[in-house]
């Protein structure tokens, strides 16, 4: 992992909460921190569930520490909070929003007894930044607000981003639609109907290439990008509880066609 050297912010820190033996990991995306889907773990946690919310490298501190950090570290942090809760629970699920959702990919498609995956508003084919693809200068992005609908939300998030890392978001969504077709876990997924920040056609992608006939899609119909936070926070929850449960009985989470939430 790379050094950090500027302490956490308060209020980012990495979040646990000890419940059964059905473990859920929970991932952040890129510029945001565990704080934004500590909504979604407290309720899964009061439902019994083991949940483990890792803070990525780089993330919730300073944003120079963010400018070395890389897209394999961010898999690493991932991949050793689902490690950890393999150790404690007997079936383990992951969670992941916007590069999260990359995240969660890549650990699937590493570990194929991975037993569901929740994605939501995952960026994997285009996003916001494309612009900067190409772009060595400027050195840092002036960060606008949050894309959620709900007024008043606030958000732990850096006020601007390195370029560095957001070639790395770049690089990780690339790597990522390589590897969609080598997950076979069940999957969810989550697709805002308007999504300022990753499009809906992210989303597709994913349902069309991933290689599973377990998944389904489930839009949001009001909520923007970070849906953790949003208005349907409490439906993706709901959802989440409702499909590990299922996944866990055995039972078919097979869909053809978009449900709406």
Partial sequence: MNEELHPVVTGAEDLFFLGNEIGVVLCHGFNGTPQSMQFIGEQLSMLGYTVSIPRLNGHGTHYLDMETSSYECWIS????????????????????????????????????NVDGIFLIN????????????????????????????????????????????????????????????????????????????????????????????????????????????????????DNIHQHIYMISQGKSVRTKASSMA
């Fill in 77 to 112: 942090d991932l991949e050793n909070a689902y490690k950890g809760l393999l150790k404690q629970c007997q079936r383990v699920f992951i969670v992941g929003q916007s590069m999260g959702g990359a995240l969660t990919l890549q650990v699937a498609a590493n570990h194929l």
């Fill in 122 to 237: 995952a960026a994997v084919t285009e996003v916001s930044y494309e612009e900067y693809r190409n772009k060595e200068k400027p050195l840092y992005i002036e960060e606008g607000s949050p894309d959620i609908k709900k007024p008043a939300v606030f958000e732990i998030t850096y006020d601007k981003v390195p370029i560095n890392a957001v070639h790395q978001l770049l690089n990780l969504m690339e790597d990522t639609q390589k590897k969609v077709s080598h997950v076979s876990s069940p999957t969810i997924i989550f697709k805002s109907a308007i999504d300022h920040v990753v499009p809906p056609a992210n989303s597709e992608f994913i349902f069309d290439h991933i290689n599973t006939l377990e998944k389904k899609m489930i839009v949001l119909q009001n909520s923007y990008h970070v849906a953790s936070m949003d208005y349907d926070s409490q439906i993706i929850v």
